[in-house]
């Protein structure tokens, strides 16, 4: 309910306690990730998320939670290697709850801050011919398409 409700705070505090009692519980630590990142403890995100692959590895929303987490810290090749992995995983994976769109979105992401424009128009395209006609994020993305192939 905390989650839902937005009060991160109260919600790490559950997942804590859950976790003390069954520390291998996998939708508890992919949760406890999954509020790290809303609160921005990208570190201890990392750490349960990674706690959950170990124990499930074929659990691609720990896998792409990590991904985020990674990339929001900064960690740009742990979190393309999580992104490499979705984007071979999910054409198999359907039940996931996120789609080749957000991996294609995060390659772009990290190929962009390593100054690798060709993939990260590569990647952007991928995105925008699967994503949302429309859809808000893919108009913005569309505006930093153009003006990253206006700077080749």
């Not at 519980?25 to 990674?50: D, E, H, M, Q, W």
């Not at 990590?66 to 900064?74: C, F, I, T």
């Not at 999910?90 to 979105?105: E, I």
């Amino acid at each position: 309910l905390y989650l839902d409700a937005g009060i991160y705070s109260n919600a790490l505090d559950v997942l804590e306690r859950h976790l003390k009692l069954d520390p291998n519980n996998t939708s508890a630590l992919v949760n406890k990730g999954v509020v790290c990142i809303r609160l921005k403890y990208y570190k201890t995100a990392v750490t349960s998320l990674s706690r959950a692959i170990t124990l499930q590895p074929t659990n691609y929303v720990a896998v792409f939670n990590r991904a985020v987490a990674n990339l929001q810290a900064g960690n740009n090749d742990d979190a393309e290697r999580d992104y490499k992995i979705l984007e071979e995983a999910l054409p198999q994976a359907p039940q996931a709850n996120f789609g080749l769109c957000q991996v294609y979105f995060g390659l772009g992401e990290i190929a962009e801050k390593k100054k690798d424009n060709a993939t990260a128009i590569r990647y952007w395209e991928m995105y925008l011919s699967n994503a949302p006609p429309d859809s808000a994020e893919g108009k913005l993305l569309a505006t930093r398409l153009n003006e990253l192939k206006s700077q080749r």
